[in-house]
């Protein structure tokens, strides 16, 4: 999110959060970085409650797409100000069918209307998320299962490319990736930006979660748009066990990137003196051991 636009885009889902029942909007203060959250609390998890939890999930995803173009209107105004805080709908929210008794599971109420599009040309697309992949990102478990177990694709990508064991490696749910992974999802499955789940669980800061996908078959080689690959990442963010575990795995120590970089050379320019021990060996046709 522009900096310029923060202050626009934040009254907006003050507005919009007041006015929901399930879910509320974030936004990061430091990296303007928007989050759609909602967590559903049930005792336990009955058959009974399965199609009220579906329920709640579609209004969910039917709420996030229908504001999601409002705020990227908001975000790519041409100055502050520029573009005017859309007015929130006063339509009552209808309430969805109440669930079983026991145990009692909230009432999923109906998607509030989307708000009215702003001054602004509305550029945002939908982001093709699906139910499975708005679980993912909470890090619900018992959740993942259940849209698993009703026939939800672990597999299938948003609009983007990305799968859910992408959006959970991103979160660094290690418990969702392993599930996802018993599951049949492909590890090895690229984004539009040629981004895997090993890829950007390293890049995001989760090198638990880049073990778990490179036992799982991920390719440390993989190159992404810049040329990187895992291993380089791993290397410079100074994550040494996981560079352990990629050379044993098969890495190629010897890569380089397109800004002439390599593993030895990002290790050393970040100080990582126990991967550089690791590193200089392989480097003059050394042992690994």
């Given at each position: 999110m522009p900096v310029e636009n923060r202050k626009a885009v934040r009254k907006?889902?003050?507005?919009?959060?007041?006015?929901?029942?399930?879910?509320n909007w974030e936004m990061d203060q430091y990296d303007g970085e928007l989050r759609f959250k909602v967590a559903l609390a049930f005792s336990k998890l009955l058959?009974?409650?399965?199609?009220?939890?579906?329920?709640?999930?579609?209004?969910?995803?039917?709420?996030?797409?229908?504001?999601?173009?409002e705020i990227d209107a908001l975000a790519d105004a041409q100055a502050p100000g520029s573009a005017a805080v859309p007015a929130l709908s006063s339509t009552p929210v209808p309430s969805a069918p109440p669930?079983?008794?026991?145990?009692?599971?909230?009432?999923?109420?109906?998607?509030?209307?989307a708000p009215s599009a702003p001054s602004a040309p509305a550029s945002g697309q939908p982001t093709g998320d699906t139910p499975l992949h708005e679980a993912v990102r909470v890090g619900e478990e018992e959740t993942v299962v259940l849209l698993i177990d009703a026939g939800c694709d672990v597999n299938k990508p948003n609009n983007a490319g990305v799968t859910p064991l992408m959006a959970a490696a991103v979160r660094g749910h290690t418990h969702i990736i392993r599930l996802l992974i018993d599951r049949g999802a492909g590890v090895n499955a690229e984004s539009s930006t040629q981004d895997t789940a090993l890829s950007l669980a390293v890049f995001k800061r989760h090198p638990d979660s880049a073990a778990v996908l490179l036992t799982a078959g991920g390719d440390p080689n993989h190159v992404d748009k810049f040329g990187d690959t895992p291993l380089l990442d791993a290397c410079a963010l100074g994550f040494t066990e996981l560079v352990r575990k990629m050379v044993e795995a098969g890495a190629d120590t010897t890569v380089t990137n397109k800004k002439g970089e390599t593993p030895l050379s990002r290790a050393r320019n970040g100080n990582h003196a126990d991967i550089v021990a690791i590193l200089e060996p392989l480097s003059f046709g050394g042992l690994f051991d």
């Open positions: 907006f889902l003050c507005d919009v959060n007041f006015k929901l029942v399930i879910g058959p009974s409650l399965h199609d009220q939890v579906l329920q709640a999930l579609e209004v969910c995803c039917s709420t996030f797409s229908k504001l999601i173009t669930a079983p008794s026991a145990p009692s599971a909230p009432s999923a109420p109906s998607a509030p209307s």
